[in-house]
């Protein structure tokens, strides 16, 4: 380790010194106090953001090859960083009323986001699979946060359970491809089938099942709704976008990176895990009539969607295609951040009373009780649906544009089907908001400014992103182009 090394990792070192702040400011604020934890994790947020600016543009390996930062990876950071703020926004509400710690939520948040920033970093597969145990082992206690809630309980159990197989099979995969190519370098994988043969085949398998399950793609889902909707809601909007930005970044330098120069060879998977994800996720939305359960099952389906893009580059063998269908990937991931979690935490919002679970009927006339909220919601839920000038709609055209480019225009019909089918389940929550009348006995409503200004934030992102993408657009390409 020299000072090259550490000053490449300036981000990951705010980021711990954040954590361990927070953890010892903990222990001396008092009760009535622990409000401070917010604003202090907030601005430590912001400052590692700024860190993560310091080293754009570096682009070099560290640590004897196992890390690397470049362009790439600072994005990852940085959407984390924007993930991180947005959840410690939205969590405090929820929790006070429920009598939940704050003072611990934010530290396994933080050491979630920690194991978020090694998996964007790892140009090794083992730093791979300890960025990924760093990230998932804090939000299996997140899923499991409301202890006293047997619903909590229960998912997070399943979540560890079936997270525990998964890192298993991951693992398995990595000894696997480390006995075929002698090398557990990213940059040294890429003859795994040519060299490998069959036996290649089975290593990507197993590296194919163990990531694809952190990022709740069908087959690999049945962790999913159990976990989202017995977390304490503000959570599950966490891990519905946090941990699914990580896997991504798992996905994209485990087989674009290492394994991109055999994208023929993993191309079929891909393509048929995006269209079994997307149409799974959105077929079963539909019957669901609790709005959170709803919104787990969505961010199954707009997990489809973003392997769609990994699909595209793998077909691709232009090189400015692939970088294509990366930035596709990057944006969605991004756009889809910020749009979900403020969704759920519109649900948050309407659970004050903690008998609430967030059914369907909780959002009838919410228009006429308040006014704001809906139009919020109906904003965040327009952008999933895919409708511009939001967000969404620009995430699933360069999607879109990129699986026809790189000639699977079959792909794009099954995307564009699926974006329709979703259009009914979203838009039956602004039905019932606006053309419904409200419950006898309506749920009342979180009217926290802190939650209120953390969604006036969200929703401001979800249609600057979408009027005025051309700034991101340019960060995206410079951030793919490091990668290729």
Same mark, same amino acid.
């Given at each position: 380790?020299?000072?090259?090394?550490?000053?490449?990792?300036?981000?990951?070192?705010?980021?711990?010194?954040?954590?361990?702040?927070?953890?010892?400011?903990?222990?001396?604020?008092?009760?009535?106090?622990?409000?401070?934890?917010?604003?202090?994790?907030?601005?430590?947020?912001?400052?590692?953001?700024?860190?993560?600016?310091?080293?754009?543009?570096?682009?070099?390996?560290?640590?004897?090859?196992?890390?690397?930062?470049?362009?790439?990876?600072?994005?990852?950071?940085?959407?984390?960083?924007?993930?991180?703020?947005?959840?410690?926004?939205?969590?405090?509400?929820?929790?006070?009323?429920?009598?939940?710690?704050?003072?611990?939520?934010?530290?396994? &948040?933080?050491?979630? #986001?920690? @194991?978020? !920033?090694?998996? =964007?970093?790892?140009?090794?597969? %083992?730093?791979?699979?300890? /960025? +990924?145990?760093?990230?998932?082992?804090?939000?299996?206690?997140?899923?499991?946060?409301?202890?006293?809630?047997?619903?909590?309980?229960?998912?997070? &159990?399943?979540?560890? #359970?079936? @997270?525990? !197989?998964?890192? =298993?099979?991951?693992?398995?995969? %990595?000894?696997?491809?480390? /006995? +075929?190519?002698?090398?557990?370098?990213?940059?040294?994988?890429?003859?795994?089938?040519?060299?490998?043969?069959?036996?290649?085949?089975?290593?990507?398998?197993?590296?194919?099942?163990?990531?694809? !399950?952190?990022? =709740?793609?069908?087959?690999?889902?049945?962790?999913?709704?159990?976990?989202?909707?017995?977390?304490?809601?503000?959570?599950?909007?966490?891990?519905?976008?946090?941990?699914?930005?990580?896997?991504?970044?798992?996905?994209?330098?485990?087989?674009?990176?290492?394994?991109?120069?055999?994208? =023929?060879?993993?191309?079929?998977?891909?393509?048929?895990?995006?269209?079994?994800?997307?149409?799974?996720?959105?077929?079963?939305?539909?019957?669901?009539?609790?709005?959170?359960?709803?919104?787990?099952?969505?961010?199954?389906?707009?997990?489809?969607?973003?392997?769609?893009?990994?699909?595209?580059?793998?077909?691709?063998?232009?090189?400015?295609?692939?970088?294509?269908?990366?930035?596709?990937?990057?944006?969605?991931?991004?756009?889809?951040?910020?749009?979900?979690?403020?969704?759920?935490?519109?649900?948050?919002?309407?659970?004050?009373?903690?008998?609430?679970?967030?059914?369907?009927?909780?959002?009838?006339?919410?228009?006429?009780?308040?006014?704001?909220?809906?139009?919020?919601?109906?904003?965040?839920?327009?952008?999933?649906?895919?409708?511009?000038?939001?967000?969404?709609?620009?995430?699933?055209?360069?999607?879109?544009?990129?699986?026809?480019?790189?000639?699977?225009?079959?792909?794009?019909?099954?995307?564009?089907?699926?974006?329709?089918?979703?259009?009914?389940?979203?838009?039956?929550?602004?039905?019932?908001?606006?053309?419904?009348?409200?419950?006898?006995?309506?749920?009342?409503?979180?009217?926290?400014?802190?939650?209120?200004?953390?969604?006036?934030?969200?929703?401001?992102?979800?249609?600057?992103?979408?009027?005025?993408?051309?700034?991101?657009?340019?960060?995206?390409?410079?951030?793919?182009?490091?990668?290729?």
């Amino acid at each position: 380790m020299n000072a090259d090394d550490l000053s490449a990792i300036l981000p990951e070192l705010a980021l711990t010194v954040l954590v361990l702040a927070i953890l010892t400011i903990d222990l001396f604020l008092r009760r009535e106090d622990k409000w401070l934890l917010t604003p202090i994790t907030v601005i430590g947020l912001g400052f590692v953001g700024y860190a993560c600016w310091t080293v754009w543009g570096l682009n070099q390996t560290v640590f004897a090859g196992f890390y690397r930062v470049d362009d790439l990876s600072v994005f990852f950071k940085v959407a984390t960083v924007v993930i991180g703020i947005l959840a410690s926004l939205f969590a405090p509400a929820y929790l006070a009323q429920r009598k939940l710690p704050l003072g611990e939520f934010n530290v396994i &948040l933080l050491f979630s #986001l920690s @194991g978020m !920033f090694v998996l =964007a970093s790892a140009s090794d597969l %083992i730093t791979l699979f300890i /960025g +990924l145990e760093l990230m998932v082992m804090p939000a299996y206690l997140l899923a499991g946060f409301h202890k006293t809630d047997r619903y909590s309980n229960e998912g997070g &159990l399943k979540y560890f #359970l079936l @997270g525990s !197989f998964a890192s =298993a099979i991951l693992l398995f995969g %990595i000894s696997w491809t480390y /006995g +075929l190519t002698h090398s557990t370098r990213l940059s040294e994988i890429g003859g795994l089938v040519s060299d490998g043969g069959a036996a290649g085949l089975v290593a990507i398998a197993m590296l194919t099942v163990g990531s694809t !399950f952190k990022a =709740a793609a069908v087959p690999f889902h049945y962790w999913t709704p159990d976990a989202y909707q017995g977390a304490p809601t503000p959570i599950t909007g966490f891990l519905s976008v946090g941990p699914k930005l990580g896997a991504f970044a798992l996905l994209v330098r485990v087989f674009a990176e290492g394994l991109g120069v055999s994208g =023929a060879d993993w191309y079929g998977v891909m393509a048929i895990l995006a269209v079994l994800t997307m149409t799974g996720g959105n077929i079963v939305a539909l019957a669901q009539t609790n709005v959170k359960r709803m919104l787990a099952y969505s961010s199954i389906a707009h997990t489809g969607y973003i392997i769609a893009g990994l699909a595209a580059f793998a077909h691709a063998t232009d090189p400015a295609i692939r970088t294509q269908g990366i930035e596709a990937i990057l944006f969605y991931v991004l756009g889809y951040g910020v749009m979900n979690i403020a969704a759920f935490s519109v649900v948050g919002m309407l659970q004050r009373d903690p008998r609430r679970y967030g059914g369907l009927s909780a959002f009838a006339g919410l228009a006429g009780r308040a006014p704001a909220l809906a139009a919020a919601m109906a904003v965040l839920l327009l952008s999933l649906t895919g409708i511009p000038p939001t967000v969404g709609f620009f995430a699933k055209l360069y999607v879109l544009v990129a699986t026809v480019d790189a000639g699977v225009a079959w792909l794009a019909v099954a995307i564009a089907l699926n974006a329709a089918l979703a259009a009914f389940y979203y838009l039956r929550v602004i039905v019932y908001m606006y053309m419904r009348e409200p419950e006898a006995d309506p749920a009342p409503i979180d009217r926290s400014p802190l939650t209120a200004f953390a969604l006036a934030i969200s929703v401001a992102g979800v249609l600057l992103l979408g009027l005025f993408p051309d700034p991101i657009i340019s960060f995206l390409r410079a951030s793919a182009a490091s990668l290729l």
